[in-house]
């Protein structure tokens, strides 16, 4: 159990639409990323947020974007779907303690784009 | 840029005996290196990490891994392997800047069988 929760856990959408995937992590992780890991491949980095601040992004374009809460949730979200979208999203938070930075991750959300 | 090779797609092994996962990484600057493990319909969990200090590093469920900064390499093993093991292991780096943006490699699917 490490804390990080993902909602949905699954969703079919259709090509074009637009969708929004929720996150919420432990009380004090001021890290949030997300990750894309399609199927048979490993996670792939889309962005970070840092204090409600994107700090970073991976090779994704602006359709996706996101969001990060004072109350430690945040949102991934997804314009204009494309069939290569279809994938298991996954969030993770991350804080500093004695033993450096440790990253949890989520269970995470499988979207299907149809 | 940074890049992480598992060179193996699948490791089948038996109950008890011992296992060893490759990864080699690439990378212009000094890494941080981790190991992850991921059951069927599961999120991550981290197995292992290394940071500094001694290029041996320990882990949970009895895994460990070993940083060879001349071959590049960060391998993962374990001595003995229980039919629960059967998982999906990636190896991921970071740039020492920060432990939470990873890299992924495509993944090692370890089959245990009796």
């Known amino acids: 159990e490490t804390g990080v929760t993902q909602s949905p856990t699954h969703l079919i959408k259709t090509r074009g639409q637009q969708v929004t995937l929720r996150c919420s992590s432990q009380?004090?992780?001021?890290?949030v990323s997300w990750y894309q890991q399609a199927l048979g491949q490993g996670p792939q980095f889309i962005f970070q947020?840092?204090?409600?601040?994107?700090?970073g992004r991976g090779n994704f374009p602006p359709r996706f974007s996101g969001l990060q809460f004072p109350n430690y949730s945040s949102e991934l979200n997804v314009n204009a779907l494309e069939l290569d979208d279809s994938a298991l999203y996954l969030c993770?938070?991350?804080?500093?303690?004695?033993?450096?930075?440790?990253?949890?991750f989520g269970p995470g959300t499988r979207l299907l784009v149809l | 840029a940074q890049s992480v090779t598992q060179l193996d797609s699948q490791v089948p092994v038996f109950e008890e005996a011992p296992v060893e996962l490759r990864c080699n990484y690439s990378s212009s600057v000094s890494v941080y290196l981790f190991w992850y493990v991921q059951y069927p319909n599961q999120g991550l969990q981290l197995l292992l990490k290394y940071l500094s200090g001694s290029t041996l590093v320990k882990g949970i469920n009895g895994f460990e891994a070993e940083f060879n900064k001349s071959q590049t390499s960060f391998h993962l093993r374990k001595p003995s392997v229980h039919i629960s093991d059967t998982a999906e292991y990636f190896c991921a780096v970071s740039d020492t800047g920060t432990a939470s943006k990873l890299t992924f490699g495509t993944g090692t699917r370890l089959q245990v069988t009796l």
């Open positions: 009380s004090g992780h001021n890290t």
């Open positions: 947020y840092y204090r409600e601040e994107e700090n």
């Open positions: 993770a938070s991350s804080y500093v303690g004695l033993a450096g930075e440790t990253q949890y």
